[in-house]
């Protein structure tokens, strides 16, 4: 990961360990993770003041878990990279521990949003079609 003029980018090397990750995720964690999102949500939110990007991790975990509500039968690859973006969010220990002040949830921001702008194009094409 790269941390640039106070942003958090992920690297190509990471980007492929996570697509190896997404692609052997199991489905069947799936109602665990429905579970787990919106209680660790909801501990962030009690926390007090948020910063910018604890905002835009906030609203792009919350439509993932509206997308994959509203839609149980989406295409088995959409579900494994939103839960893999839930999983990442609701692992206290990933790559920046979210016990680190005002760090810890920078790199599951960068994580959170490199899923969602992949899935904007993906879900284009699918209505598209």
């Known amino acids: 990961m790269n941390t640039q003029e106070n942003t958090f980018t992920l690297t190509q ?4 360990v996570y697509l190896d990750q997404i692609h052997k995720f199991d489905l069947s ?11 660790k949500l909801q501990t962030l939110l009690q926390n007090g003041t948020l910063n ?3 905002v835009q991790l906030i609203n792009d975990l ?3 878990f509206k997308l994959l509500e509203d839609n149980p039968n989406m295409d088995e690859d ?3 990279k939103i839960l893999f973006a839930l ?8 790559e920046i521990p979210d016990s680190i002040p005002i760090y810890g949830l920078l790199d599951d921001s960068a994580v959170i949003n490199w899923i969602v702008k992949g899935l904007q194009g ?3 094409k699918k209505v598209q079609s």
Do not use: G
């Open 78 to 80: 959409i579900q494994k």
């Open 87 to 94: 999983d990442y969010f609701s692992n206290v220990d990933d």
């Open 122 to 124: 993906t879900l284009q």
């Open 13 to 16: 090397e990471d980007k492929l």
């Open 29 to 39: 964690r799936k109602n665990e993770l429905m579970k787990s999102v919106p209680e």
């Open 62 to 64: 919350v439509h993932l």
């Open 52 to 54: 910018s990007i604890q």
